[in-house]
């Protein structure tokens, strides 16, 4: 299985999905998030980055690119490149974070890193329905992401 849509009623749902990703992180892992403007992307990274400890989490900023935190079991990047041009990602610490091995990498606005980043990642795409509704697309890309989006399924598709 390489995709799994799921439908979100609010963001408390959300934020459930967050949490199940986020439980089956083992650090080493690359997740895209995209989507419109206000679809929910720092809500989920948000969430991902409080379920490993962290009391200061991320927030909307498109000013800061790349922010660092320290979870419990290994560091979590965050980085926001809205409207960066791909010959802006030199320089910006990205290299510090990739030579990071144990860390997970949460990218909004991911388009300018698609060449930069190894290939192997879950592509989360938030897109806007009605009111608080969202569609919440999983896409796995290489073996690993593989995995997890087989264990997620199980556990959020089940009845
Ligand atoms: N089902 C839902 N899931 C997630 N967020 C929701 C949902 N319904 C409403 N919201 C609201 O939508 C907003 C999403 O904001 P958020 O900052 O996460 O968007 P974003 O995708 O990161 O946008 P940007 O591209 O500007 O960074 C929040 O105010 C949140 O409360
Ligand atoms: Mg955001």
């Not at 009623?9 to 949490?19: C, D, L, S, V, W």
């Not at 990205?94 to 990071?100: G, I, K, S, T, Y």
């Not at 909004?108 to 592509?123: G, M, Q, T, V, Y």
Request: glycine residues 6%; proline residues 4%; hydrophobic residues 40%.
């Amino acid at each position: 299985m390489q995709k799994l849509k799921l439908t979100s009623q609010n963001p408390a749902e959300t934020k459930t999905i967050a949490r199940n990703i986020a439980s089956h992180l083992k650090g080493g892992e690359i997740l895209f998030f995209e989507g419109p403007i206000g679809a929910g992307k720092t809500v989920m990274v948000k969430e991902i980055v409080k379920s490993f400890g962290v009391k200061k989490t991320p927030v909307s900023a498109s000013f800061s690119l790349l922010k660092k935190y320290k979870g419990k079991q290994f560091n979590l990047y965050h980085a926001d490149l809205f409207r960066l041009e791909e010959g802006e990602m030199f320089n910006l610490g990205f290299e510090e974070m990739l030579e990071d091995q144990n860390s997970v990498l949460l990218v909004e606005w991911p388009e300018p890193a698609k060449n930069f980043f190894p290939n192997s990642r879950l592509e989360i795409s938030v897109a806007l329905l009605e009111g608080d509704k969202r569609e919440i697309t999983l896409k796995a890309l290489g073996k690993t992401a593989q995995n997890l989006l087989e264990v997620l399924q199980k556990k959020l598709c089940k009845k």
